[in-house]
Structures are given as structure tokens and as C-alpha cells.
């Protein structure tokens, strides 16, 4: 079986379509978190990843997002 992995997206849809079109035929898909931060097409990216129902865990910036929780982030990070 293989299996493709996706992790820090971090909102650039761009990127995430480019990986969709390269990547190989696999089994199966998963993503390791941070779909969205730092680029401005978050809700394309949470999307894209729930049209192809890809099993997602949260990275710190989903968590951010998703949470009243105050997460440290370089200032880069904290822009959004």
C-alpha cells in the first residue's frame, strides 16, 4: 500500500494544487496538519483537503484557528 502525505499547506492553495496534479497514484492520502497560516487562501486549502476527504491531524496553526488558546508564533505567523 502507499500512502501520499501533505503537511504545512499553511493557506497556499497554489501549492496544494500543484502538489494534487504531481503527485503519483497512491492508496491513500493523509495530511499532518497546518492547512492553514501564513497565506491568504485558507478556506480554498480546509476545502480542497475536505472535497478529497483526506484524514487530517491539526498543527499548531488549525489549532490556532480553531481554539480561543493564545499560541506563540514568530511575527510572521502572527500577520497571518
Given at each position: 500500500m502507499e500512502i ?15 502538489v494534487f496534479a ?30 478529497r476527504s483526506i ?26
Open positions: 501520499g502525505v501533505i503537511s504545512d499547506v499553511h493557506g497556499n492553495t497554489v501549492a496544494l494544487d500543484a504531481d503527485m503519483p497514484a497512491v492508496d491513500a492520502l493523509a495530511c499532518a496538519g497546518d492547512v492553514v497560516g501564513y497565506n491568504p487562501w485558507h478556506a480554498e486549502c480546509v476545502a480542497a483537503v475536505r472535497e484524514p487530517t491531524v491539526s498543527g499548531n496553526h488549525d489549532r490556532a484557528v480553531a481554539s480561543e488558546t493564545r499560541f506563540a508564533f514568530n511575527s510572521m505567523a502572527g500577520a497571518g
